[in-house]
């Protein structure tokens, strides 16, 4: 009877999350088959490792499986290409820092905008961005030095820039 139980939580907790995960996931690992390996392989990991999951109130259940979700995507991409961030990072010019403002673009829109950035400047704006990570933080994660970690946001940010303002360019009414 308890492994009934048991099925069924972690039904529902696949029903619940999945499709936040796989957000999550998509973010690094822009394609979809090798998304979805890393994602089942995260629910596996997450499923045997519930018990010592440790609750620490509201949303600390979704914390913890993003963690296993990012540190998955991270050790994927480790594997694949060796280090994801190189640390020769080109110098830009100042024109890029400007801000085009997305609030006009759908999310779905911009996520794509992200999942096409290059492998490094991908993982370091998702770290930042939506992990909340230091520079430092991301530097030791991905044993690169934090001023290419802060390079590799910085160009990963003006890409977006460039990608936005031609997106808002080409779908003006006006």
Known sequence: MAAGKDAG???????????????VCSRYIPDDGDMKDILQDSFIKIYTSLDRFEYRGEGSLKAWMTRIVVNACLKSLRKRKGDPVPDNIPETSGDEEEDPG??????????????????????????????????????????????????????ARAILSKWIMEYKKSHDNG
Request: proline letters at 4%; a positive charge; aromatic letters at 14%.
């Open 9 to 23: 939580a972690m039904r529902e907790i696949y029903d619940r999350y999945a499709g936040y995960l796989a957000a």
């Open 102 to 155: 997305f609030k006009d673009i759908p999310m779905p829109v911009i996520m794509e905008m992200i999942r096409k950035l290059p492998q490094g400047y991908r993982t370091v704006f998702n770290l930042f961005v939506f992990e909340d990570r230091s520079h430092k933080e991301i530097a030791s994660m991905l044993g690169i030095k934090e001023n290419s970690s802060a390079s590799q946001f910085f160009r």
